[in-house]
């Protein structure tokens, strides 16, 4: 029990700075580069952050239980939004680019839409997993030559053509070594950091005669979206929102695609849970909705159109993610 307690702090403790050591290393790499910090956010941070998700799905489906990277990939995705931009939302207000609105979203909608065809026969066959990982390919080449497009598009009109879609960012005075380095230990650390703080939450639970499929729908799947929730928060705080908000985008783009498609891959899902397609899909599915439509762009009284939402949206979903533990609790029950 002392051990558990003592993984959770030092844990915890090394969460929080390596999170800040992320954030500063990406901010640091998409200043050098030009890019903008919303792209380094969905592709590096986002998939960075997913690595734990990933871990689980491998080890699942080595270990022929590939339903478990299911259960893993779905509970992030639906902490990723309710849970982490809500608690992000409460610390600054989450302010959504145009291009998010706009591709990004609607993207994550559509890839959701077919995982949900994908389930409808219960099963997940090696050829389901290989139109998902596919999938995220195009997805990832296409932004990527999107980015460049627009990142040349700019150097020939001398500045950002709209700079509520892209806030790009100088590059001078940066050092590219030290910001590759503060990434890649932020990385390494956040995930050590959250394999330590899960080990003692499941320890000290099980102590506590907690059982197994309450820890695995609550503290599993938590426990893999830390490294999210620690890097979005250290993001709101130094007001980098397009890091936050790309972060969780991509990291459930990547849950969606490659975790369960590289599960299925591995070890086809010949009967997934039920509960799977009955509960946590719909649930998922309902909150990327929900997000995009609190999203939607208002006019604010200077007459500027803000996408985005405050404390209270940030609160909606944090109520909404309560209501979910809530309902995992009385069915495990």
Known sequence: MI?????????LFLLVWSADRFVDGAVGVARFFGMSTFLIGMVIVGFGTSAPE????????????????LGNAYGSNIANIA???????????VVVQKQAMSRDIPVLIAMTALTVLLLVDGNVSLIDGAVLLVAFVAIMG???????????K?????GASDISEVEEIPAEGVSIGKAVLSLL?????????????????????????????LIG????????????????????????????????????????????????????IKAADPAVMNRDVPIMSALTLLLFLICIPVKKKNGKRV???????????????????????IQAV
């Open 3 to 11: 051990l558990s307690i003592v993984a959770i702090v030092v844990g």
């Open 154 to 158: 700019r150097r020939k009109s001398g």
């Open 217 to 268: 729908l609550t503290i599993v799947a938590v426990g893999t979206s830390l490294p999210e929730l620690a890097s979005s928060i250290a993001a709101a705080r130094r007001g980098e929102n397009d890091l936050a908000v790309g972060n969780i985008i991509g990291s459930n783009i990547f849950n969606t695609l490659v975790v369960v498609g590289l599960a299925s891959v591995i070890a086809p």
């Open 185 to 213: 230990v932020g990385l390494v650390l956040l995930i050590v950091s959250s394999r330590m703080l899960v080990w003692g939450a499941v320890y000290m639970a099980h102590a506590l005669g907690v059982s197994d499929l």
């Open 83 to 93: 849970l982490i931009l809500g608690v992000t939302a409460l610390i600054a207000p």
């Open 307 to 329: 996408s985005g939402f405050g404390r209270i949206g940030g609160a909606l979903f944090l109520s909404l993610y309560v209501a979910y533990l809530v309902l995992l609790g």
């Open 142 to 152: 296409f932004n990527i030559l999107s980015e460049l497009k627009a990142k040349r």
């Open 54 to 69: 990933m871990v689980v799905s491998i080890l699942s489906a080595m270990n022929d239980t590939p339903q478990l990277a």
